[in-house]
Nanobody, 126 residues
Framework: QVQLVESGGGLVQPGGSLRLSCAAS????????IGWFRQAPGKEREGISC????????YYADSVKGRFSSTRDNARNTVYLEMDSLKSEDTAVYYC???????????????????WGRGTQVTVSS
């Protein structure tokens, strides 16, 4: 069964950090670019990051640039999103998604992703 499962979400104070994981099963992430998206209540889904497959080239939305970092461990079939200096406006459900190509490309936000996880809640609050 093909699955992406996010984990690592939770409640954190402003200025704190979290690391999200996106674990794949039923397929290998070697041939997929991985995007991270988030959706806050009442807002549209926002693409925040993408990491390419072979060389790990990363892209970030301006809203998270310099605070978030995406890495991947293809041997573990897992991608990570390190989130630092968290703000209340980062509160959202976070999703990872797999795109069946090696490179994110400049259109990574609007590409049609092949697999999606079910999301993990991140709440930033004091």
């Amino acid at each position: 069964q093909v699955q992406l499962v996010e984990s690592g979400g939770g409640l954190v104070q402003p200025g704190g950090s979290l690391r999200l994981s996106c674990a794949a099963s039923g397929f290998t992430l070697d041939y997929y670019a991985i995007g991270w998206f988030r959706q806050a209540p009442g807002k549209e889904r926002e693409g925040i990051s993408c990491i390419s497959s072979r060389d790990g080239t990363t892209y970030y939305a301006d809203s998270v640039k310099g605070r978030f970092s995406s890495t991947r461990d293809n041997a573990r079939n897992t991608v990570y999103l390190e989130m630092d200096s968290l703000k209340s406006e980062d509160t959202a459900v976070y999703y990872c998604a797999a795109l069946v190509r090696l490179w994110c490309g400049t259109n990574w936000r609007t590409s049609v992703y092949d697999y999606w996880g079910r999301g993990t809640q991140v709440t930033v609050s004091s």
